[in-house]
């Protein structure tokens, strides 16, 4: 059976969210989006579930974290050239997202990220072909 994936996050404010997103070049599935949530589409198994704070609430007895004081999580997405990974990183800010670490050269992997507009934390990566693996 394939596995598809849905991160859920909490979002302050969804519109301004969508509209953070949308910049970025994601599209969003209607299908599975309301007023408190939208389902933005990051691939064909990937899902991130954006959620306003209060309907995130309903799915966890536990006391939501403010991103931009603590980490919860890093999402990671592989991207397709180090030159994609500074170009959504580049969006991002214009969008109104921000920097919180410097661009990472491993040699075979390049990385650098963005926080959202919630603070969570979104890291890119173009890892070079290693032993007859690619990203």
Known sequence: MSRK???NLAVKNLEESIAFFSQLGFKFNPQFSDSSASCLMISDDIFVMLLGEE??????PKILCNPHTHTEMLLCLSCDSREEVDQIVCLAVT???AIYNEAQDHGF???H???DLDGHIWELVYMEAVMG???
């Open 113 to 115: 990220g963005f926080q």
């Open 95 to 97: 969008a109104g997202g």
């Open 55 to 60: 309907r995130f609430q309903t799915f966890t």
């Open 133 to 135: 693996l690619t990203a």
């Open 109 to 111: 992997m390049y990385a």
């Open 5 to 7: 994936i849905y991160v």
